[in-house]
């Protein structure tokens, strides 16, 4: 079992940062990839950016050159920095971990509001 628990959400004004963290516990040696999704209301689930046990990452098409994923491997965390925020950004953010023989884990999400 994975267990993941996001953090650093809240409300911003357009054009500021934000930076999410998501802390893994558990059977963290069978993850080899995690990531960032994100659902705005009455919008499907949708990857925002996604890192690999390599480092080897991959964002959305809308946030590439404003997100950063990255990772620390001592702490079992990995982080989303957001810069630029824009108002379309404004959504439920999840955390994800794909572990080898099993379903992907996910965190509780965590809400990002982006307003003036």
């Known amino acids: 079992q994975v267990q993941l628990v996001e953090s650093g959400g809240g409300l911003v004004q357009p054009g500021g940062s934000l930076r999410l963290s998501c802390a893994a516990s558990?059977?963290?040696?069978?993850?080899?990839?995690m990531g960032w999704y994100r659902q705005a209301p009455g919008k499907q689930r949708a990857l925002v950016a996604s890192?690999?046990?390599?480092?080897?990452?991959n964002y959305a098409d809308s946030v590439k050159g404003r997100f950063t994923i990255s990772r620390s491997n001592a702490k079992n965390t990995v982080y989303l920095q957001m810069n630029s925020l824009k108002p379309e950004d404004t959504a439920v953010y999840y955390c994800k971990a794909d572990a080898r023989g099993v379903l992907p884990y996910w965190g509780q999400g965590t809400q990002v509001t982006v307003s003036s």
């Open positions: 890192i690999t046990s390599g480092s080897s990452t």
């Open positions: 558990g059977s963290i040696f069978s993850i080899y990839a």
